[in-house]
């Protein structure tokens, strides 16, 4: 049986044992993880926290709605046993009708087969996987032409890779950068990332790496946040100077070649941008798809909203 908990209801340590075991538990599963990117979050429960599926809610014009939360690309059902298409159909057909519209992604082991949910929608999207087992010299074998030749730049260029960054410093030539072009993300998302970033330090699953350039003055930085056995490339950020000298290849390269051999994924985190993806795959990376699911029982007016204004139902 699935149980509806609200967000006071929910039993955190055993909600966290549950992600720990299950064999697809991610970071953004976790209870802490949560609480920073919706403290009001809410939980599907099967048996004794035997399977769990957040719940991320949001309410505005007066309707209830469900939605992906900024630097959380995963969620969906976790299970510390087999996972079904059907025992994820099973939950989504649990969350409460209250909830007419949702937008949220499930993870890359909630497959399609058998997968219903209730007449939603599901469209495939993104991310890339590269696999850390094999020793660097094979890894590296696998990159493409153009990256080989992107890293003998890097390798000329005064570039040097330091770690253990100031998450401020990244996000701010984020911001001065790419962000210029990103509308959605207002200060209190940035101060969310770097909130995250820190708790993630504490915890010891964040490593930070950055680039300098011959006068000192870092030009592109990443972080890289451990989840399991996974890594994942959670976020990056470069200015012009680091896209001449092709710093983030390096900054990359420089972390495979420091974890190849261990019983780790590299996760890259997307993408569904042809020239992001077209990146991740010259360093041997494989597409693995995971579901963006969409359910819209909205009425006339509401829909027209909604389509009106893209984006009413972010939080």
Same mark, same amino acid.
């Given at each position: +049986?699935?149980?509806? $908990? ?14 720990? %075991?299950?064999?697809?538990? $991610? ?6 993880? /949560? ?10 429960? %099967?048996?004794?926290? !035997?399977? =769990? ?5 949001? *309410? %505005? ?19 510390? *046993?087999?996972?079904?298409? !059907?025992? =994820? ?8 009708? *209250? ?15 058998? /997968? ?28 493409? &032409?153009? $990256?080989?030749?992107? /890293? @003998? ?14 998450? !401020? #410093? ?29 708790? +993630? ?12 350039? !011959? ?14 056995? *996974? ?16 710093? +983030?290849? $390096? ?21 569904? #941008? ?10 041997? &990376?494989?597409? =693995? ?7 819209? @029982? ?5 829909? +027209?909203?909604?389509?009106?204004? @893209? ?5």
């Amino acid at each position: +049986m699935i149980a509806y $908990l609200k967000h006071e209801q929910i039993d955190t340590e055993k909600w966290d044992a549950c992600i720990n %075991k299950s064999l697809n538990g $991610l970071i953004y599963a976790q209870s802490w993880y /949560l609480d920073l990117v919706n403290d009001r979050w809410e939980a599907l429960v %099967k048996n004794d926290y !035997e399977c =769990v599926m957040p719940l991320t809610p949001g *309410k %505005k014009w007066g309707t209830d709605y469900l939605f992906q939360p900024n630097f959380t690309q995963q969620l969906g059902v976790f299970s510390t *046993k087999h996972l079904t298409g !059907e025992l =994820v159909s099973e939950f989504l057909d649990a969350i409460p009708k *209250k909830y007419r519209f949702i937008e949220i992604n499930l993870n890359t082991h909630n497959k399609t087969k058998d /997968l219903t949910g209730d007449s939603g929608n599901f469209i495939p999207w993104k991310t890339h996987h590269l696999d850390l087992i094999h020793t660097y010299d094979r890894i590296a074998a696998g990159y493409s &032409s153009n $990256l080989k030749r992107n /890293l @003998k730049k890097a390798h000329r260029s005064p570039l040097n890779i330091v770690e253990n960054v100031k998450p !401020e #410093d990244i996000i701010k030539i984020f911001r001065q950068n790419k962000g210029r072009q990103i509308n959605n993300l207002k200060d209190q998302d940035y101060d969310l990332l770097r909130r995250l970033i820190y708790v +993630m330090i504490y915890k010891r699953a964040a490593k930070i790496v950055g680039a300098y350039n !011959e006068t000192n003055e870092l030009c592109a930085g990443a972080f890289f946040i451990h989840s399991g056995d *996974k890594v994942i490339f959670y976020f990056s950020a470069t200015d012009p100077y680091a896209l001449q000298t092709g710093a +983030m290849p $390096l900054i990359i390269d420089d972390f495979i070649r420091k974890h190849a051999g261990r019983h780790l994924t590299l996760d890259f985190e997307g993408s569904n #941008d042809e020239n992001l993806a077209r990146f991740y795959k010259g360093f041997g &990376s494989r597409q =693995v798809d995971y579901l963006h699911y969409r359910h819209n @029982k909205l009425n006339a007016l509401l829909r +027209m909203a909604l389509s009106l204004k @893209k984006g009413i139902f972010n939080a």
